[in-house]
């Protein structure tokens, strides 16, 4: 299973940004489909976005898209969540999450990190 650990999490206001982290431990990295999972308090964990093995293919949730990019960077082992106006309701745990296949659902995901906060005031 992949390691992982995510990081870039905060505090901040409506409107701002942030970028979050996760570093891959495995050599294989660049083999996974990735993908970020959010969870707010008393909520279930809800699918963000996928980015496939190369970088080439991504899948939003509806209301991030436009506002948030998943990148990779497989020689560095890394994947990201640039994150831009950010609304209250982006308040949640943020997880990075690698599988073999292609999907939202949590579930297909073996290796997840350990998340990192993202709170958003006003």
């Known amino acids: 299973q992949v390691q992982l650990v995510e990081s870039g999490g905060g505090l901040v206001q409506v409107g701002a940004s942030l970028r979050l982290s996760c570093a891959a431990s495995?050599?294989?990295?660049?083999?996974?489909?990735m993908a970020w999972f959010r969870q707010a308090p008393g909520k279930e964990r809800e699918f963000v976005g996928i980015i496939s093995w190369s970088g080439s293919s991504t899948v939003y949730k509806d209301s991030v898209k436009g506002r948030f990019t998943i990148s990779r960077d497989n020689a560095k082992k890394m994947l990201y969540l640039q994150m831009n106006s950010l609304k209250p309701e982006d308040t949640a745990v943020y997880y990075c999450?690698?599988?073999?296949?292609?999907?939202?659902?949590?579930?297909?995901?073996?290796?997840w990190g350990q998340g990192t906060q993202v709170t958003v005031s006003s």
């Open positions: 495995e050599r294989t990295f660049s083999s996974y489909t």
């Open positions: 999450a690698a599988g073999s296949g292609y999907s939202t659902t949590p579930s297909a995901y073996g290796s």
